[in-house]
Protein backbone atom coordinates (compact mmCIF):
# COMPACT_ATOMS: atom_id res chain seq x y z
CA UNK A 1 0.00 0.00 0.00
CA UNK A 2 1.26 3.29 -0.48
CA UNK A 3 2.23 5.31 2.14
CA UNK A 4 0.30 9.01 2.65
CA UNK A 5 3.03 11.45 3.38
CA UNK A 6 1.89 14.56 5.29
CA UNK A 7 2.55 16.81 2.46
CA UNK A 8 0.06 14.71 0.43
CA UNK A 9 -2.57 15.05 3.12
CA UNK A 10 -1.95 19.18 2.98
CA UNK A 11 -2.01 19.11 -0.37
CA UNK A 12 -5.94 17.37 -0.58
CA UNK A 13 -6.80 19.43 2.96
CA UNK A 14 -6.02 22.67 0.31
CA UNK A 15 -9.40 21.63 -1.64
CA UNK A 16 -12.60 23.87 -0.74
CA UNK A 17 -14.36 21.02 2.04
CA UNK A 18 -17.38 20.34 0.09
CA UNK A 19 -18.40 19.72 -3.96
CA UNK A 20 -19.71 22.31 -5.53
CA UNK A 21 -23.52 23.64 -4.80
CA UNK A 22 -24.57 22.42 -7.93
CA UNK A 23 -23.80 19.17 -7.59
CA UNK A 24 -25.50 19.05 -4.23
CA UNK A 25 -28.93 21.01 -5.64
CA UNK A 26 -28.51 19.43 -9.38
CA UNK A 27 -26.84 16.11 -8.28
CA UNK A 28 -27.17 14.71 -4.99
CA UNK A 29 -30.76 16.33 -3.43
CA UNK A 30 -32.70 15.01 -6.55
CA UNK A 31 -31.01 11.53 -6.36
CA UNK A 32 -31.77 11.20 -2.51
CA UNK A 33 -35.29 12.23 -3.26
CA UNK A 34 -36.07 9.76 -6.37
CA UNK A 35 -34.62 6.99 -4.33
CA UNK A 36 -36.98 7.82 -1.68
CA UNK A 37 -39.96 7.69 -4.18
CA UNK A 38 -38.95 4.58 -5.55
CA UNK A 39 -38.55 2.73 -1.99
CA UNK A 40 -41.89 3.59 -0.98
CA UNK A 41 -43.02 2.06 -4.87
CA UNK A 42 -41.47 -1.03 -3.57
CA UNK A 43 -42.63 -1.09 -0.25
CA UNK A 44 -46.69 -0.40 -2.42
CA UNK A 45 -45.79 -3.53 -4.38
CA UNK A 46 -44.78 -5.71 -1.87
CA UNK A 47 -48.06 -5.05 0.49
CA UNK A 48 -49.98 -7.05 -1.21
CA UNK A 49 -47.92 -9.69 -1.61
CA UNK A 50 -47.63 -9.79 2.39
CA UNK A 51 -51.09 -9.10 2.90
CA UNK A 52 -51.57 -13.26 0.82
CA UNK A 53 -48.38 -14.44 2.76
CA UNK A 54 -49.77 -13.04 6.39
CA UNK A 55 -53.38 -14.32 6.14
CA UNK A 56 -53.74 -14.48 9.71
CA UNK A 57 -52.28 -14.26 13.05
CA UNK A 58 -52.43 -11.99 16.02
CA UNK A 59 -51.60 -8.22 14.68
CA UNK A 60 -51.78 -9.44 11.57
CA UNK A 61 -51.89 -5.76 10.27
CA UNK A 62 -48.17 -4.85 11.89
CA UNK A 63 -46.79 -8.61 10.46
CA UNK A 64 -48.07 -7.28 6.95
CA UNK A 65 -46.66 -4.15 7.51
CA UNK A 66 -43.11 -5.81 8.72
CA UNK A 67 -42.74 -8.25 5.95
CA UNK A 68 -43.59 -5.79 3.13
CA UNK A 69 -41.31 -3.69 5.48
CA UNK A 70 -38.42 -6.44 4.97
CA UNK A 71 -39.09 -7.41 0.93
CA UNK A 72 -38.42 -3.70 0.60
CA UNK A 73 -35.24 -4.33 2.16
CA UNK A 74 -34.57 -7.02 0.21
CA UNK A 75 -34.98 -5.51 -3.24
CA UNK A 76 -33.63 -2.43 -2.31
CA UNK A 77 -30.19 -4.46 -0.95
CA UNK A 78 -29.97 -6.10 -3.79
CA UNK A 79 -29.69 -3.68 -5.76
CA UNK A 80 -27.38 -1.64 -4.03
CA UNK A 81 -25.45 -4.45 -3.56
CA UNK A 82 -25.40 -5.14 -7.81
CA UNK A 83 -24.77 -1.69 -8.08
CA UNK A 84 -21.59 -1.85 -6.16
CA UNK A 85 -20.37 -4.34 -8.04
CA UNK A 86 -20.84 -2.52 -11.04
CA UNK A 87 -18.30 -0.01 -10.05
CA UNK A 88 -16.14 -2.14 -8.43
CA UNK A 89 -15.37 -4.17 -11.43
CA UNK A 90 -16.28 -2.27 -14.71
CA UNK A 91 -16.20 1.76 -13.17
CA UNK A 92 -13.35 1.53 -10.88
CA UNK A 93 -9.54 1.45 -12.08
CA UNK A 94 -7.04 -0.71 -11.68
CA UNK A 95 -9.51 -2.64 -10.01
CA UNK A 96 -8.29 -6.12 -11.52
CA UNK A 97 -4.58 -5.23 -10.69
CA UNK A 98 -3.47 -7.41 -8.02
CA UNK A 99 -0.66 -5.02 -6.93
CA UNK A 100 -2.97 -1.99 -5.24
CA UNK A 101 -0.02 -0.07 -5.04
CA UNK A 102 -0.71 1.06 -8.62
CA UNK A 103 -3.67 3.36 -7.12
CA UNK A 104 -2.32 6.66 -5.51
CA UNK A 105 -3.98 7.62 -1.91
CA UNK A 106 -4.84 11.18 -3.41
CA UNK A 107 -7.14 9.29 -5.87
CA UNK A 108 -9.18 6.98 -2.79
CA UNK A 109 -9.03 9.70 -1.57
CA UNK A 110 -10.75 12.69 -3.19
CA UNK A 111 -10.98 11.06 -6.62
CA UNK A 112 -13.90 9.52 -8.72
CA UNK A 113 -16.60 12.11 -8.87
CA UNK A 114 -16.56 12.00 -12.59
CA UNK A 115 -17.06 8.18 -11.96
CA UNK A 116 -20.69 9.07 -10.19
CA UNK A 117 -20.07 6.60 -7.44
CA UNK A 118 -21.10 9.20 -4.64
CA UNK A 119 -24.43 7.51 -5.92
CA UNK A 120 -23.93 4.83 -3.81
CA UNK A 121 -24.22 7.01 -0.75
CA UNK A 122 -27.09 9.39 -1.91
CA UNK A 123 -29.30 6.13 -2.59
CA UNK A 124 -28.19 4.80 1.26
CA UNK A 125 -29.09 8.36 2.78
CA UNK A 126 -32.97 8.10 0.88
CA UNK A 127 -33.00 4.53 2.32
CA UNK A 128 -32.07 5.36 5.43
CA UNK A 129 -34.66 8.16 5.90
CA UNK A 130 -37.32 6.16 4.35
CA UNK A 131 -35.95 3.42 6.87
CA UNK A 132 -36.42 6.28 10.05
CA UNK A 133 -39.46 7.32 8.71
CA UNK A 134 -41.50 3.46 8.11
CA UNK A 135 -39.55 2.73 11.40
CA UNK A 136 -40.99 4.96 13.86
CA UNK A 137 -44.65 5.36 12.43
CA UNK A 138 -45.03 1.83 10.83
CA UNK A 139 -42.70 -1.43 11.90
CA UNK A 140 -41.73 -0.45 15.22
CA UNK A 141 -38.18 -0.46 14.63
CA UNK A 142 -35.86 -1.05 17.65
CA UNK A 143 -33.73 2.34 18.86
CA UNK A 144 -30.32 0.12 18.25
CA UNK A 145 -31.49 0.16 13.83
CA UNK A 146 -32.81 3.63 13.90
CA UNK A 147 -29.68 4.63 15.61
CA UNK A 148 -27.65 2.26 12.57
CA UNK A 149 -29.91 3.83 10.11
CA UNK A 150 -28.78 7.51 11.46
CA UNK A 151 -24.97 6.15 11.48
CA UNK A 152 -25.49 5.10 7.35
CA UNK A 153 -26.30 8.44 6.71
CA UNK A 154 -23.79 10.08 8.68
CA UNK A 155 -21.34 8.10 6.62
CA UNK A 156 -22.81 8.18 3.25
CA UNK A 157 -23.06 11.57 3.75
CA UNK A 158 -19.17 12.13 3.36
CA UNK A 159 -18.98 10.22 -0.18
CA UNK A 160 -21.99 12.70 -1.41
CA UNK A 161 -21.13 16.46 -0.25
CA UNK A 162 -17.54 16.42 0.80
CA UNK A 163 -14.11 16.72 -2.01
CA UNK A 164 -12.40 14.37 -0.03
CA UNK A 165 -15.12 11.64 0.47
CA UNK A 166 -13.05 8.68 0.43
CA UNK A 167 -15.42 7.67 -3.08
CA UNK A 168 -12.80 4.82 -4.14
CA UNK A 169 -14.57 2.46 -0.94
CA UNK A 170 -17.77 3.86 -1.78
CA UNK A 171 -18.62 0.61 -4.05
CA UNK A 172 -17.27 -1.99 -1.36
CA UNK A 173 -18.69 -0.06 1.72
CA UNK A 174 -21.83 1.20 0.72
CA UNK A 175 -22.70 -1.42 -2.12
CA UNK A 176 -21.51 -4.84 -2.22
CA UNK A 177 -21.41 -5.26 1.74
CA UNK A 178 -25.55 -5.31 1.20
CA UNK A 179 -25.31 -8.10 -0.66
CA UNK A 180 -25.06 -9.94 2.35
CA UNK A 181 -28.19 -8.69 3.85
CA UNK A 182 -30.28 -10.25 1.26
CA UNK A 183 -30.27 -13.11 2.74
CA UNK A 184 -30.21 -11.81 5.39
CA UNK A 185 -33.84 -10.34 5.08
CA UNK A 186 -34.73 -13.53 4.30
CA UNK A 187 -33.97 -14.84 7.44
CA UNK A 188 -35.67 -12.70 9.40
CA UNK A 189 -38.62 -13.65 7.50
CA UNK A 190 -38.72 -17.14 8.83
CA UNK A 191 -37.85 -15.51 12.25
CA UNK A 192 -40.73 -13.55 12.67
CA UNK A 193 -43.09 -16.11 11.28
CA UNK A 194 -43.12 -19.60 13.30
CA UNK A 195 -45.51 -21.35 10.97
CA UNK A 196 -43.09 -20.49 7.51
CA UNK A 197 -40.04 -22.13 10.06
CA UNK A 198 -42.40 -25.17 10.62
CA UNK A 199 -43.48 -25.47 6.83
CA UNK A 200 -40.41 -25.10 5.67
CA UNK A 201 -37.17 -26.18 7.41
CA UNK A 202 -35.18 -26.71 4.79
CA UNK A 203 -35.50 -23.03 3.30
CA UNK A 204 -34.51 -21.69 7.06
CA UNK A 205 -31.98 -23.99 7.21
CA UNK A 206 -30.76 -22.37 3.83
CA UNK A 207 -31.08 -18.98 4.11
CA UNK A 208 -29.24 -19.43 7.65
CA UNK A 209 -26.30 -21.08 5.87
CA UNK A 210 -26.55 -18.56 2.58
CA UNK A 211 -26.32 -15.54 5.02
CA UNK A 212 -23.28 -17.09 6.67
CA UNK A 213 -21.49 -17.65 3.79
CA UNK A 214 -22.20 -14.12 2.13
CA UNK A 215 -21.42 -12.80 5.09
CA UNK A 216 -17.93 -14.44 5.89
CA UNK A 217 -17.17 -13.99 2.24
CA UNK A 218 -18.32 -10.19 1.66
CA UNK A 219 -17.88 -8.70 5.52
CA UNK A 220 -14.79 -10.47 6.54
CA UNK A 221 -13.44 -11.37 3.87
CA UNK A 222 -13.29 -8.29 1.37
CA UNK A 223 -14.72 -5.81 3.29
CA UNK A 224 -12.27 -5.78 6.05
CA UNK A 225 -9.14 -5.46 4.65
CA UNK A 226 -10.13 -2.95 2.11
CA UNK A 227 -12.14 -0.79 5.24
CA UNK A 228 -8.82 -0.96 7.55
CA UNK A 229 -6.89 1.08 4.58
CA UNK A 230 -9.53 3.65 4.75
CA UNK A 231 -9.67 3.74 8.36
CA UNK A 232 -5.85 4.86 7.88
CA UNK A 233 -6.12 7.51 5.42
CA UNK A 234 -9.03 8.68 7.19
CA UNK A 235 -7.26 9.61 10.06
CA UNK A 236 -4.67 10.83 8.44
CA UNK A 237 -7.10 13.87 7.16
CA UNK A 238 -8.71 13.92 9.94
CA UNK A 239 -5.44 14.73 12.16
CA UNK A 240 -4.01 17.19 9.93
CA UNK A 241 -7.38 19.06 8.69
CA UNK A 242 -7.39 22.89 9.54
CA UNK A 243 -11.02 23.42 8.32
CA UNK A 244 -13.02 24.39 11.46
CA UNK A 245 -13.79 22.59 14.91
CA UNK A 246 -17.44 21.18 13.03
CA UNK A 247 -15.37 19.84 10.14
CA UNK A 248 -13.01 18.06 12.50
CA UNK A 249 -15.42 17.11 15.04
CA UNK A 250 -17.51 15.34 11.94
CA UNK A 251 -14.60 13.45 10.82
CA UNK A 252 -13.68 12.59 13.96
CA UNK A 253 -16.78 11.23 14.67
CA UNK A 254 -17.14 9.32 11.46
CA UNK A 255 -13.60 7.57 11.97
CA UNK A 256 -14.59 6.20 15.22
CA UNK A 257 -17.57 5.13 13.80
CA UNK A 258 -16.19 3.58 11.05
CA UNK A 259 -13.66 1.98 13.94
CA UNK A 260 -16.90 0.55 15.66
CA UNK A 261 -18.34 -0.49 12.10
CA UNK A 262 -15.25 -2.93 11.88
CA UNK A 263 -15.38 -4.80 15.22
CA UNK A 264 -19.05 -5.05 15.16
CA UNK A 265 -18.08 -6.75 11.86
CA UNK A 266 -15.44 -9.03 13.45
CA UNK A 267 -17.84 -9.60 16.66
CA UNK A 268 -20.59 -11.05 13.95
CA UNK A 269 -18.25 -12.93 11.86
CA UNK A 270 -16.81 -14.68 15.05
CA UNK A 271 -20.63 -15.57 15.97
CA UNK A 272 -21.26 -16.95 12.61
CA UNK A 273 -17.99 -18.92 12.52
CA UNK A 274 -19.13 -19.87 16.48
CA UNK A 275 -22.38 -20.98 15.08
CA UNK A 276 -21.73 -22.99 11.93
CA UNK A 277 -19.16 -24.68 14.59
CA UNK A 278 -22.11 -25.67 16.69
CA UNK A 279 -23.95 -26.63 13.85
CA UNK A 280 -21.47 -28.73 12.29
CA UNK A 281 -20.60 -30.27 15.66
CA UNK A 282 -24.15 -31.25 16.12
CA UNK A 283 -24.80 -32.77 12.90
CA UNK A 284 -21.79 -34.77 13.38
CA UNK A 285 -23.10 -36.11 16.81
CA UNK A 286 -26.36 -37.04 15.43
CA UNK A 287 -25.03 -38.67 12.23
CA UNK A 288 -22.63 -40.87 14.99
CA UNK A 289 -25.66 -41.44 17.41
CA UNK A 290 -27.52 -42.66 14.37
CA UNK A 291 -24.68 -44.81 13.30
CA UNK A 292 -24.52 -46.20 16.54
CA UNK A 293 -27.79 -46.85 16.91
CA UNK A 294 -27.73 -48.74 13.42
CA UNK A 295 -24.85 -51.17 14.92
CA UNK A 296 -26.30 -51.94 17.46
CA UNK A 297 -29.46 -53.10 15.66
CA UNK A 298 -27.69 -55.01 13.37
CA UNK A 299 -25.99 -56.62 15.97
CA UNK A 300 -29.35 -57.51 18.14
CA UNK A 301 -30.67 -58.98 14.97
CA UNK A 302 -27.56 -61.02 14.44
CA UNK A 303 -27.56 -62.10 17.45
Not at 11 to 26: F, G, I, K, N, W
Not at 244 to 253: D, F, H, P, Q, T
Not at 256 to 274: D, M, R
Request: proline share 3%; charged share 15%.
Amino acid sequence: MTDLDVSTVQRLLEAPVYLSAEHALQTALPSIAVTIVAVTGVYLAAFPMAKKLVAKGNDVTQQRRRLAYQITNCVTNLALGCLGLYFQYLVLPHNNDDNNDTIPPQDKIQGHVEDRLYLLGSIQIGFQIWSIVMGILFVRESKEMLVHHCAVILASSKSVFLTNGFRYYAPMALGMTELSSVPLAIMNSFKNNAQWRMAHPQLYLASRLVFSLAFLTIRIGMFVPQHLEYLQYALAVTYWAEEGVAYKLYMSISWLGAVFLLFLQLYWGWLIVNGLSKFALDRFQIKGKILDHSRATATKKTN
